[in-house]
């Protein structure tokens, strides 16, 4: 009997030690670790012209339209953006002659703006505000976008200019206000 009392109190030990439910252990936490996050996102407004290359026929009419867009990021504090095409002095075209900037005529978007004779960014008097991106105004969002204007130039009287071969740059600039 003792025999067994000493077997059960050991088969007891094995099963409670088996079966056995481990105390929870207490919680520990660490501390609190930061990262400071910070992101600017910076403004842009840019314009791409194409081609790079135009050339003029005999009666002044240009080998095809050049198609300028306007791309921008702006800050809520900006209301719109004017868009300018200039020549950097009053000639467009120099060669045996020099052709005025205000001698060449361009169509914006279908629509006739006459010739180069306003206001530029450079504060010259050889340019023009193209009506698609002069309109471009911000009554509200969106501050991000892009608008695609198309200008057809041509030579006025360009059958009266000494013959031989002429060249020039016009520009193309956006400030945002």
Known sequence: MQKMKAIVSVLLSVILILFAVPAKAQQLSSNTATVSLTF????SLSITATPANISFNATGA???PI?????????????GIVGYA???TSTALSGPANIPASAIMATVDGT???GFVQTDPTGGSN???YTGAAN???PAKPYTGSQ???LLLSIQNAGSYTPGGYTGTLNFAATAN
């Open 148 to 150: 695609t204007d198309t």
């Open 86 to 88: 200039y020549f950097s």
């Open 136 to 138: 471009i105004n911000f």
């Open 127 to 129: 340019g023009m505000q």
């Open 67 to 79: 198609t300028v867009v306007t791309t921008w990021n702006l800050p809520t504090t900006y209301h």
């Open 40 to 43: 600017n996102a910076a403004a």
């Open 62 to 64: 240009a080998s095809g």
């Open 112 to 114: 006739s703006q006459g």
